[in-house]
């Protein structure tokens, strides 16, 4: 039904245009519209559409239009992309998957499937990602693997975001004020300026404000606000403003907000041709976040593994977590017992209980758990809902023409980042988990390539170094299992690579290509995860036996490939077909619990197979890009999460309890009983318990495993037309259908569309022209879990809308917008803890409906 909707939208889009090309055609016009975008995908500066490769290419006019603000907002355009916002539990980055293939979690551990650069300059890291896309020229976004060309974890595809170049020629500039929902405050402003006939210079600065469309609530002040103070029990109010103390009666329990921004940030840039043949690009920039957390909702708790609900409505004591009735057993009232259950359900996605402070102080000892056993170490993590970073970087670029056909280009760039974050997944007052962590990373890497011109051969061979180091510290607190853990991991990635791309022009409008890389990656890890197992009142930090401490060499040596070729066969038209490899580096878990859970992962290659085509028809008012495409895995990670006995101190015995070791693994698969899960202890079936192999205490665990022979295919078709003039549609269809071992893949939706349709309007009277646009985005049902298809996030379609009055005569825009225009609930993404035994499962809910009202005016 999904499927039939969305190829119904796309084949009523497609008629449109063509319906309106068609009359174009016939009624005349002012000739070619269609904007043409210059990019650098292969090295050498080319026509997007005579690029043999799927690109989705867009100047940053058009991505102010369509409200796409950061690097997070792509993924709304680019056919079978998914690009958001972490989930609170991954600090400040994004999730980025292209065709099916990415990454989740922002940790070190794990290596992007996307490769990004910033004006050539490599970013490893899935942290501090969501740029802000200030003082931007355009974005390209390739899909499929880009071994040949960007080598190093381009292996679904990669974003290279071009900066504009400070002019030679004239000077510029422009300042842009934003104000809208939730107290939104921008600033945008910048200027190009010539220094001399030579030398150049811009300096651009952003500045964004707003507090968070998701509130935090004070529990105890809520509750007598609905009357029913006794569900508060004895719990402290948060904060001086929310409390029902002496007489008080607060307007609101809002004692924070989730999902806000709070940054600033400048690049300056240098453009210097000392001579006809050489050109110099430096820049620099600084950036400064105190954004929230990003918003995150409990959408459902496991009640009876938290104080014993039945089915029934019963409460089977033996069944509570007593770690967690323990914990409520301090805040309850006679006959009002104080339990983790369905009051800490707000009934609204945009409110959340959760305060990420622990509510008991360190070295408590509460009776009957096992946390809080009054160890210094443990308890009293407070943290607020700010997630500070700070990142700058350096970068430089010299080209010189060595002789008319030949150009040597060196690049270089220094980056060096740094967050901290707090977060918690169990939304309640209490914390099952606190996370926080500090990140600290630098890197930094350099390119020199020459490239050659011919009128038969183009080419280009280069060699690329990287280097980094990062750092990790956390504190996962786990008041579930009884564990507080410390983690101090270091990671010294480096890698060295060369390449050669070739086009042949064989015939008149046959071209042939191809290209090599060799790639040499190593990343050597340094990695503690320390339990505490420090007495209680000691002041000294004593590990526990089941403490992990190790170092991991990671290394990666291989060729990549890429073969193709791609025919003109008409003007303005190219058909092309194409094989090509990519890569990912090997990864291992860093989420330990204990001794010997910390294992290499599988490294990721594959083969990709594409035929496409690009087209410009009716005198350039219609373009249409379609690719179909064919993914073949030699090698891919999978992994299990299960169950395994927990070990004692001593990291050798096993410690006996209420749960029973069994053989289990993905459903349907080879695996299927190749690792261990736990189940209740059931004396009639188990027997007598043993302590070995009944009897037992169980402790999540992730298993790791690899596959073959697993493929991916899809299409994707992007088109652009002018029917007439001043009228522009845009539209993208993208499908992809993954390999899964259980029949369910997860965290991508199977189809992706979008459309976008404006027209500017001359309003002479008001000297200037009113253009208003809508655009639409859809995506398909999402799987999250192979297991539970209740947690599926639905098919969704949502709308933006905007109306743009530009003024001829002084220059200046006045934009009014408001995106999510229906005011859709739905979530960006989930995680579903319940398959690692945890009790809640959490998602982060998209923004409801916001407006803004942005004034720009250039000098």
């Known amino acids: 039904m999904v499927r039939n909707a969305a190829l119904a939208s796309s084949v009523s889009i497609?008629?449109?245009?063509?319906?309106?090309?068609?009359?174009?055609?016939?009624?005349?016009?002012?000739?070619?519209?269609?904007?043409?975008?210059?990019?650098?995908?292969?090295?050498?500066a080319t026509n997007v559409q005579d690029v043999p490769i799927a690109i989705t290419a867009v100047t940053s006019?058009?991505?102010?239009?369509?409200?796409?603000?950061?690097?997070?907002?792509?993924?709304?355009?680019?056919?079978?992309?998914?690009?958001?916002?972490?989930?609170?539990?991954?600090?400040?980055?994004?999730?980025?998957?292209?065709?099916?293939?990415?990454?989740?979690?922002?940790?070190?551990?794990?290596?992007?499937?996307?490769?990004?650069?910033?004006?050539?300059?490599?970013?490893p890291f899935m942290f501090g990602s969501n740029f802000d896309l200030l003082d931007l020229d355009h974005v390209e976004v390739l899909r499929g693997p880009q071994g040949t060309l960007f080598g190093r974890n381009a292996i679904s595809g990669a974003i290279n975001m071009v900066s504009k170049t400070p002019s030679l020629t004239e000077s510029s500039g422009y300042a842009e004020v934003t104000v809208g929902s939730y107290d939104r405050r921008d600033f945008r402003a910048g200027f190009s300026l010539p220094l001399t006939s030579t030398l150049a210079a811009s300096v651009s600065a952003v500045s964004t404000q707003r507090h968070g469309y998701m509130k935090m609530l004070d529990f105890s002040c809520q509750m007598y606000k609905n009357g029913t103070p006794e569900l508060a029990g004895t719990f402290p109010f948060q904060s001086a403003s929310t409390t029902f103390a002496a007489g008080r009666k607060p307007d609101d329990c809002v004692i924070g907000h989730l999902g806000g921004q709070d940054h600033r940030g400048v690049r300056g840039a240098l453009h210097w041709e000392p001579a006809p043949n050489i050109r110099v690009d430096i820049s620099g920039d600084y950036t400064e976040q105190?954004?929230?957390?990003?918003?995150?909702?409990?959408?459902?708790?496991?009640?009876?593994?938290?104080?014993?609900?039945?089915?029934?409505?019963?409460?089977?004591?033996?069944?509570?977590?007593?770690?967690?009735?323990?914990?409520?057993?301090?805040?309850?009232?006679?006959?009002?017992?104080?339990?983790?259950?369905?009051?800490?359900?707000?009934?609204?996605?945009?409110?959340?209980?959760?305060?990420?402070?622990?509510?008991?102080?360190?070295?408590?000892?509460?009776?009957?758990?096992?946390?809080?056993?009054?160890?210094?170490?443990?308890?009293?993590?407070?943290?607020?809902?700010?997630?500070?970073?700070?990142?700058?970087?350096?970068?430089?670029?010299?080209?010189?023409?060595?002789?008319?056909?030949?150009?040597?280009?060196?690049?270089?760039?220094?980056?060096?980042?740094?967050?901290?974050?707090g977060a918690a997944w169990d939304g309640t007052i209490f914390n099952d988990s606190v996370i926080y962590h500090e990140d600290q990373t630098w890197n930094w890497n350099g390119e020199f390539r020459l490239t050659g011109q011919y009128d038969s051969i183009d080419w280009v061979g280069g060699i690329f170094y990287y280097k980094g180091d990062a750092q990790e510290t956390g504190q996962p607190q786990n008041t579930r299992n009884g564990t507080q853990q410390f983690h101090n991991v270091h990671y010294f990635p480096e890698a060295k690579a060369a390449y050669l791309n070739v086009t042949w022009r064989a015939m008149e409008r046959l071209s042939l290509n191809g290209g090599i890389r060799r790639s040499d990656d190593d990343k050597f890890v340094d990695y503690e995860a320390l339990f505490d197992g420090s007495a209680p009142g000691s002041t000294t930090f004593t590990p526990a036996g089941t403490s992990t401490a190790f170092t991991l060499p990671i290394k990666n040596k291989r060729w990549d490939w890429k073969l193709g070729a791609d025919y003109e066969f008409a003007d303005n038209a190219m058909a092309y077909a194409s094989a090509a490899t990519g890569y990912r580096l090997p990864t291992f878990?860093?989420?330990?619990?204990?001794?010997?859970?910390?294992?290499?992962?599988?490294?990721?290659?594959?083969?990709?197979?594409?035929?496409?085509?690009?087209?410009?028809?009716?005198?350039?008012?219609?373009?249409?890009?379609?690719?179909?495409?064919?993914?073949?895995?030699?090698?891919?990670?999978?992994?299990?999460?299960?169950?395994?006995?927990?070990?004692a101190p001593d990291g050798v015995s096993i410690l006996p309890g209420d749960q029973t070791l069994i053989p289990e693994g993905p459903d349907n698969s080879a695996y299927s009983?190749?690792?261990?899960?736990?189940?209740?202890?059931?004396?009639?079936?188990?027997?007598?318990?043993?302590?070995?192999?009944?009897?037992?205490?169980?402790?999540?665990?992730?298993?790791?495993?690899?596959?073959?022979?697993?493929?991916?295919?899809?299409?994707?078709?992007?088109?652009?037309?002018?029917?007439?003039?001043?009228?522009?549609?845009?539209?993208?269809?993208?499908?992809?259908?993954?390999?899964?071992?259980?029949?369910?893949?997860?965290?991508?939706?199977?189809?992706?569309?979008?459309?976008?349709?404006?027209?500017?309007?001359?309003?002479?009277?008001?000297?200037?022209t009113i253009t208003p646009r809508l655009d639409w985005f859809f995506n398909s049902n999402i799987a999250y879990s192979t297991d539970y298809p209740q947690y599926d996030?639905?098919?969704?379609?949502?709308?933006?809308?905007?109306?743009?009055?530009a003024n001829l005569d002084y220059d200046f825009d006045v934009a009014f917008g408001v995106t999510n225009l229906f005011d859709k609930q739905y979530y960006l993404q989930k995680t579903i803890f319940t398959v690692i035994g945890a009790p809640a499962n959490i998602g982060q809910p998209a923004p409801p409906r916001e407006w803004y009202l942005t004034v720009k005016k250039r000098f």
Not at 61 to 68: I, S
Request: hydrophobic content about 35%; glycine content about 12%; aromatic content about 10%.
């Open 290 to 421: 105190h954004d929230e957390n990003a918003a995150e909702k409990v959408f459902e708790t496991d009640y009876a593994s938290t104080y014993g609900l039945q089915p029934d409505g019963t409460v089977d004591k033996s069944k509570a977590n007593p770690n967690f009735t323990s914990m409520a057993d301090q805040f309850s009232i006679p006959g009002t017992p104080f339990r983790w259950d369905e009051r800490f359900e707000t009934g609204n996605i945009y409110t959340t209980y959760d305060n990420y402070c622990d509510p008991f102080p360190a070295g408590t000892v509460l009776p009957n758990n096992s946390y809080y056993n009054g160890s210094l170490y443990r308890g009293g993590l407070c943290w607020g809902n700010e997630v500070p970073l700070t990142s700058w970087g350096l970068q430089g670029k010299v080209a010189v023409g060595l002789t008319d056909h030949i150009e040597a280009t060196a690049i270089g760039g220094y980056r060096k980042m740094s967050t901290l974050f």
């Open 673 to 768: 009983e190749a690792f261990t899960n736990c189940r209740d202890y059931d004396p009639a079936i188990d027997g007598a318990p043993n302590g070995t192999t009944v009897g037992i205490q169980c402790i999540s665990r992730t298993f790791p495993y690899a596959v073959s022979g697993s493929k991916i295919k899809g299409l994707e078709v992007e088109l652009t037309a002018e029917p007439i003039d001043g009228l522009t549609i845009n539209g993208s269809l993208g499908y992809t259908k993954r390999p899964s071992d259980t029949g369910r893949p997860i965290g991508f939706p199977d189809w992706t569309a979008s459309g976008g349709i404006q027209y500017l309007i001359e309003a002479d009277a008001l000297n200037g």
């Open 589 to 647: 878990n860093t989420r330990v619990f204990q001794k010997g859970q910390a294992v290499q992962n599988s490294e990721e290659a594959l083969v990709n197979y594409e035929v496409g085509m690009k087209a410009d028809f009716l005198n350039r008012r219609l373009r249409v890009n379609a690719a179909v495409f064919l993914t073949r895995f030699s090698k891919r990670p999978a992994s299990y999460g299960g169950q395994e006995p927990r070990l």
């Open 793 to 805: 996030e639905g098919s969704r379609s949502t709308f933006n809308g905007r109306i743009t009055y």
């Open 14 to 44: 497609v008629a449109l245009v063509l319906s309106g090309a068609a009359v174009a055609q016939t009624g005349g016009g002012t000739g070619p519209v269609i904007d043409e975008v210059v990019v650098t995908a292969t090295k050498i």
């Open 61 to 123: 006019d058009t991505l102010e239009k369509m409200q796409v603000k950061t690097t997070a907002d792509l993924g709304n355009i680019v056919p079978n992309a998914s690009f958001r916002k972490s989930e609170g539990i991954y600090g400040a980055g994004i999730s980025a998957t292209l065709r099916g293939i990415g990454q989740t979690d922002t940790q070190f551990s794990g290596e992007p499937a996307v490769a990004m650069y910033i004006d050539d300059v490599y970013y």
